[in-house]
């Protein structure tokens, strides 16, 4: 059984967790914490620190020399009584680099630079990623080792996370980082399971919450690390350690945008990929949508007219509109949630009712009829064949180029006619089309008037390039 939390008051026994990384079960080491003396390096006026980088050190190519003092990413020195050597990150490059850029994706709501990149003698946070507890004259079995201190940060922190421990799992090397620097900023272990803090096994991958957490989950035999009763349940809740950092519970992202100020998380690519906008559909019709994140996607949503129809958590982001839709024009929104609790929505209008023959069918005289869908017409903003140099100029969110001029498009079926006069269905490859203007696809719709001649299929092929729209 791995170490549990420790204070500089002892070490107590652990318990198991179950590895987010495989099917495999590991135990999960609990880490130590060494109390400091509160007293970090002031604050700015603004109330954040008044340095951002957190360096992660993978002490390769031949370990990493760490020194007896106090804990000092600059000195690399530690609470040791002689000096020792860390070994090196022991899995290969792939692991490594999965773990730099799970600690980026943990750590992009704040403003904070993670770096492998040793900053030397400037100010900055560390974590060793490296070695075993026992390269450090500790007892094997410790995932990771930190300064703790209700000081509002621990300044120029050292701290560790013993990587061999971790059987190659990159969500727990990751997950363990993260809660030991986030020690140095007063923060306690927390019950949430969801989030880098706590003890409790979770399935995916752990985030920094934004919500006030109950303190807790290190309690062995009804007492905290530092020895408080225990309550709740499962005898796993406690005051928070810090309560004058972060009050009687703690809120993770609150404290660390406080410090550091508020990054900027990449948000979902999502989009709906049926039915297209303007389709002419029934009650019931599908919607099918996609979306990405490097986060990972927590959940998506349906709604219709603005109103919420169904939540899906995993893939295919398949849905059914309601049954009961009126004839009209319907707006049809998809918006997907990535790991951070960050959106992103892609919306189109479809219309209950016979698809559409002629312009004049639509319901709105901008819009044309291409494939029996009513879309924004020539001569209107973002509507078809107006220029464009990016997807958010164009009301279907498609702009495409041809290597000398770029256009707002829509899809269209090849051979079929579907395009409005002055337009042609132009082959794009992989089995699409797009009403291009001025091309002549043969069914007589398209023309050279404007254009100069009509557009070289060839020319095309070579150079075409889709650049699609991303939604807020």
Sequence with gaps: MFRHAAWILGVVAGVSATSVAS???????????????????????AGTVPYNTIYLNSCRPNGCLVRPGNPDGRADTWQINSQRTLTKFPYDDATWNAVVDCMKDTFSPFNVNITTTDPGNANHFEIMIAGSPTDLGMSNGIGGISPFSCSTYIDNSLVFDFAAVWQGSVEEMCSTAAQEIAHSFALDHTTVAS?????????????????PEQCGSDCVNGRSPSGG???????????????????????????????????APVVPNVKITKPLS???????????????????????????????????RTMPYVFNAPAMLTPGTHHVEVTAYNGHNVSSKNAIDVIIGQ??????????ATQTCVGGRCV????????????CTMGTECASGNCSSDGTNSYCVESCTLGAGECPPSFGCLDAGNMMGLCWPGYDDGSGGGCATGTGGPISLGLVFAAFVMSRRRKK
């Design 23 to 45: 099917a495999e079960t590991i135990d999960r080491p609990r880490d130590e914490l060494h109390w400091q003396p509160p007293t970090a390096a002031p604050l700015t006026p």
């Design 195 to 211: 989030d880098p803090l706590t003890y409790f096994p979770y399935s995916k991958r752990r985030y920094f919450q934004s919500a």
């Design 229 to 263: 009763t225990c309550t709740g349940t499962n005898l796993q809740n406690h005051p928070c350690a810090c309560s004058n950092i972060t009050g009687t519970m703690q809120n993770p992202t609150a404290i660390m945008t406080g410090l550091f100020g508020v990054g």
């Design 278 to 312: 303007g389709a002419a559909v029934q009650p019931g019709f599908s919607v099918i949508a996609t979306a990405t994140d490097v986060s990972g996607i927590d959940h998506v949503e349906l709604r219709v007219d603005s109103a919420l129809v169904l939540t899906v």
């Design 355 to 364: 698809p559409c023959v002629k312009p004049a069918d639509c319901p709105d």
């Design 376 to 387: 924004a017409g020539p001569g209107t903003q973002g509507g078809l064949g107006s220029p």
